[in-house]
């Protein structure tokens, strides 16, 4: 059985940081595509950031506009796990992250932001930025 378990939300003052990550268990996914989505009260599930494997130990990433520059995702094929460093957060960081998965390795930029070509997720863990 699959399972990715996230850890590391919590209450953060605005312009601090967080360090959430992801353990899959189950299966491996190192040549395959890891990522974060979040999802605020009343408001679609978004992509944050993700992972595509390109060859050897390399991968591409990839990030929402909103967060690029504050947000850094990274792998660890032998852990099996996805990170992501949040700096400079804001109170609009606010929202239910998820790691997510997918086992279509081939996946092309424009559908790694698409939360329909992940097939597993994790439960969520909870960021809340505020004073």
């Known amino acids: 059985q699959v399972e990715l378990v996230e850890s590391g939300g919590e209450l953060v003052q605005p312009g601090g940081s967080l360090r959430l990550s992801c353990t899959a268990s189950?299966?491996?996914?190192?040549?395959?595509?890891m990522g974060w989505f979040r999802q605020a009260p009343g408001k679609e599930r978004e992509f944050v950031a993700s992972?595509?494997?390109?060859?050897?130990?390399?991968?591409?990433?990839y990030y929402a506009d909103s967060v690029k520059g504050r947000f850094t995702v990274s792998r660890d094929s032998a852990k099996n796990t996805v990170s992501l460093q949040m700096n400079s957060l804001k109170p609009e960081d606010t929202a239910t992250y998820y790691c997510?998965?997918?086992?279509?390795?081939?996946?092309?930029?424009?559908?790694?932001?698409?939360?329909?070509?992940?097939?597993?997720w994790g439960q969520g863990t909870q960021v809340t930025v505020s004073s």
């Open positions: 992972t595509r494997w390109i060859g050897g130990s390399a991968f591409q990433k």
């Open positions: 189950g299966r491996t996914f190192s040549n395959y595509p």
């Open positions: 997510a998965a997918s086992t279509t390795r081939g996946l092309i930029a424009s559908e790694i932001p698409k939360t329909g070509n992940y097939d597993y």
